[in-house]
């Protein structure tokens, strides 16, 4: 696609329940990253894929986290037993190398109850 | 380990003033330096990548310059305009894997 799509761009949840938030990076993006950003915060590095693999998880809070990405494209962020302290905007970028830039989503804000 | 810092981090001007942003950061082997601009509660927009090897870069009414010896780069913002008003975030890539290292970012007022 012409940019990194984000899905879904707002998510309420309930404390407990588990979600999901996909990313569909540019075509032909091998690198992906997700990022979180709590409210006032920084960026809050989570996890690298580079293809299908995840060479970096350094950044996932908890077991709770976990991440996917199938075909080399679209990856999945999943929380499980949500927690009110995941509440964040959740953040996609992908890249065809380092030399070329980073490409932003728009975000899927998280808001658990 | 880079460390990227920005200043100031709050900044409010009059319409039509130029600006500047500064962004410094520890080591100078990079590959390149990414601005960002990030309004509230929304994902970031890059303005201006700058390669190791340049010196400047400029997209409409934004300059960035990017002196890597010293480990500076600076965004000029001419005119500015109230609809500037936003986050503004420097990055470089570092690490094993690339990631983006964020400076702590510059949140700019424009003033009608």
């Known amino acids: 696609g012409a940019g990194v799509s984000q899905s879904p761009s707002n998510k309420v949840t309930e404390k407990g329940k588990d979600v999901e938030l996909r990313c569909d990076p540019i075509?032909?993006?091998?690198?992906l990253y997700w990022y979180r950003q709590s409210l006032g915060q920084g960026l809050e590095f989570l996890i690298y894929?580079?293809?299908?693999?995840?060479?970096?998880k350094s950044g996932l809070p908890s077991d709770r986290f976990s991440a996917e990405r199938t075909g080399g494209s679209v990856s999945t962020l999943t929380i499980q037993r949500t927690q009110q302290e995941d509440s964040a905007v959740y953040l996609c970028?992908?890249?065809?190398?380092?030399?070329?830039?980073?490409?932003f989503g728009s975000g899927t804000r998280l808001t658990v109850v | 380990k880079q460390e990227v810092t920005q200043i100031p981090a709050a900044l409010s001007v009059p319409e039509g003033e130029n600006l500047v942003l500064n962004c410094s950061f520890t080591?100078?082997?990079?590959?390149?330096l990414q601005w960002f601009r990030q309004d509230p509660g929304k994902g970031l927009t890059s303005l201006l990548l700058?390669?190791?090897?340049?010196r400047e870069q400029t997209s409409g009414r934004l300059n960035a310059s990017l002196d890597k010896s010293s480990g500076r780069s600076t965004l000029y913002i001419a005119a500015s305009q109230p609809g500037d008003s936003a986050t503004y975030l420097c990055?470089?890539?570092?690490?094993?894997?690339?990631?983006?290292?964020f400076g702590t970012g510059t949140l700019l007022a424009v003033q009608p």
């Open positions: 970028a992908s890249s065809l190398a380092p030399t070329r830039g980073y490409t």
């Open positions: 075509s032909g993006h091998t690198a």
């Open positions: 894929f580079q293809g299908n693999s995840a060479p970096d």
């Open positions: 080591d100078s082997a990079i590959y390149n």
């Open positions: 700058i390669q190791s090897s340049q």
């Open positions: 990055a470089v890539p570092g690490g094993a894997t690339n990631k983006l290292i």
